[in-house]
């Protein structure tokens, strides 16, 4: 299994930046997704971005052109750039990882939005 630790989190004001920091316990060269996911408050957990191995992208449509994923191999971290944020993203922010078929998950970080 692979421990995952997420950092960056915090109060911002609307229309801030925010960048979210999910470092792994292994290399993540061979890993075949990983992403970040999101929880509110009385809401289910969903999908925010996911990067695979080969460098291809996936986001929600509340976050396109807003966030970025990005994956450092040599750093063993992949990043969320959050910019124009709003009161809606707030939550708790998960990262995620699939090595071999299995998911690991952080114990997440909370982004806070509001004035």
């Known amino acids: 299994q692979v421990q995952l630790v997420e950092s960056g989190g915090g109060l911002v004001q609307p229309g801030g930046s925010l960048r979210l920091s999910c470092v792994a316990s292994?290399?993540?060269?061979?890993?075949?997704?990983m992403g970040w996911y999101r929880q509110a408050p009385g809401k289910q957990r969903e999908l925010v971005a996911v990067i695979r191995s080969g460098g291809t992208t996936k986001y929600a449509d509340s976050v396109k052109g807003r966030f970025t994923i990005s994956r450092d191999n040599a750093k063993n971290t992949v990043y969320l750039q959050m910019n124009s944020l709003k009161p809606e993203d707030t939550a708790v922010y998960y990262c995620?990882?699939?090595?071999?078929?299995?998911?690991?998950w952080g114990q997440g970080t909370q982004v806070t939005v509001s004035s």
């Open positions: 995620n990882a699939d090595y071999l078929g299995v998911d690991s």
């Open positions: 292994r290399s993540i060269f061979s890993f075949n997704v």
